[in-house]
């Protein structure tokens, strides 16, 4: 019996014995054309791809012939092998394969005409958790690209968060507003300083045409005083406090950048105070050189710069409502010598008590403002009514029809409070300035006195200001 009889032969197989018969056959001379059988089968085009026919002697007997005909169509590829003897078929054995065949010309080199194997479930484990993988890179890239957080690990961030939880929104900018019912201080009329406001009273107003306002407030006693503090006053160069605390709520956003170049244009320069104003068009100072000048000398030049930086007058407004500081309008680029630009005593004094409680800064930036504001060069108003000891960040302002101060005092026994005082004047007159050092005076002695007789009675502004001022 053949052996394809016996053992069923894959192609691979097939191909390798046909191969080998086909050498012996030619070393000896033995091969002789098939007798008898048509080269090619009359099948259909549309079934068969490829058909060939291979015939060899076999071995021993010289009439002895066998054939290999192998079929491939789209069906699978069918093999059959026959032996015959002095044109008398012997035997005869078809195998057929589930292998499509591959059309003319199609075919790959280093194809096998071998089926796929089915992938193990190792496999499909493997496959699965690479889809997973990169679906979750994808995923977390378009986000992050989307939807842009701040630095993780900050307090600025969580501190954000936190109060972005109690208010229920965010603010103009990306700013997060207080709630505006607990923004001014919360007063108690028994703490109220009366007998130091009676005679800032009469001092004031044994000053023909000076009309002065005020607002001075410990929060750890409570105690305050409080003299127009709710009218509005020319803010003159006390408008750059909230300027800078803008600023440095844009650095803890990573809106900008300490750093970060900005260019002097000629549509930013102003007159009277500063030195920017006499550098050329096009001058570069950094982000940090610009808040310092105008905190520091006052220049108007660099507040300009950085009002076009923060986004424009506008923006700012927003932004400063968004602190609940409804009172503080900037209207026009400075030097604003017609004092259009307004605030009043209390928002002012609320804005100096967040900034030195921490509640609009993270703690660096709000040590970088608090610095800046204690390097200031005009200490003619406020300073010299202080007591020895004491400490004062503050931000002067001073036009023709007001002039002004307002700033952090920190007395010896280690409280602090705040004080915002205000003279409208006729034009640049120096009475004012006087006016205001004589209310300092008797403000701090007041303060002083309250805080010694009385017990820390915290009287917070916010939730957050719990904290000890800084």
Do not use: C
Not at 262 to 268: E, G, I, N, S
Not at 282 to 292: M, Q, R
Not at 364 to 375: E, F, G, V
């Amino acid at each position: 019996m053949s052996e394809y009889a016996r053992k069923p032969l894959s192609v691979g197989q097939r191909r390798q014995l046909l191969k080998q018969r086909r050498q012996a056959a030619q070393r000896k001379g033995r091969q002789q054309p098939q007798q008898g059988l048509p080269q090619k089968d009359s099948l259909s085009r549309n079934a068969v791809a490829k058909q060939r026919v291979y015939t060899a002697a076999s071995q021993g007997s010289a009439q002895g012939l066998t054939t290999l005909r192998v079929q491939r169509s789209a069906q699978g590829s069918r093999a059959s092998v026959s032996r015959s003897s002095n044109g008398r078929q012997l035997q005869s054995v078809s195998r057929l394969s589930a292998v499509p065949a591959i059309a003319p010309g199609t075919r790959k080199k280093g194809h096998n005409f071998r089926p796929q194997r089915k992938p193990s479930w190792i496999q499909n484990i493997l496959r699965l958790s690479l889809l997973g993988l990169g679906i979750s890179t994808i995923a977390g890239t378009a986000i992050a690209l989307l939807h842009p957080e701040p630095p993780s690990g900050t307090l600025a961030s969580s501190k954000l968060q936190s109060q972005k939880n109690a208010s229920g929104s965010e603010g103009v900018n990306g700013t997060t507003p207080f709630d505006t019912a607990a923004t001014l201080p919360i007063l108690n009329p028994d703490k109220e300083l009366k007998d130091a406001k009676a005679k800032i009273q009469a001092i004031a107003a044994a000053q023909k045409d000076l009309v002065a306002g005020m607002f001075f407030y410990n929060p750890e006693t409570g105690a305050y005083l409080d003299l127009s503090g709710d009218k509005p006053f020319s803010a003159a160069s006390t408008i750059k406090l909230p300027v800078l605390v803008a600023f440095f709520q844009a650095v803890d956003a990573g809106q900008v950048r300490l750093d970060e170049p900005l260019v002097m244009r000629k549509d930013l320069i102003a007159s009277e105070s500063g030195v920017m104003q006499y550098q050329p068009v096009g001058t570069k100072y950094s982000a940090l050189e610009t808040v310092d000048q105008m905190i520091t000398i006052s220049d108007n030049t660099a507040t300009n710069m950085l009002i076009d930086r923060l986004g424009g007058i506008v923006a700012l407004n927003q932004r400063f409502k968004s602190w609940g500081l409804t009172q503080i309008n900037l209207r026009n680029p400075l030097p604003d010598l017609q004092g259009t630009n307004t605030v009043t005593p209390k928002d002012l004094s609320t804005l100096m008590l967040k900034l030195g409680q921490g509640d609009l800064l993270t703690p660096r930036s709000r040590d970088l403002a608090l610095d800046i504001l204690r390097r200031t060069v005009t200490q003619t108003l406020l300073p010299p009514g202080l007591g020895a000891g004491s400490t004062i960040a503050h931000k002067t302002g001073d036009i023709g029809p007001s002039v002004g101060d307002s700033g952090l005092i920190g007395m010896p026994n280690g409280q602090r409070y705040v004080a915002t005082v205000f003279v409208k004047r006729p034009h640049n007159d120096p009475r004012a300035q006087e006016l205001i050092r004589q209310i300092s005076k008797i403000s701090y002695q007041a303060l002083s006195s309250a805080s010694r007789s009385a017990p820390a009675a915290p009287a917070p502004v916010t939730a957050s200001t719990a904290q000890a001022l800084p």
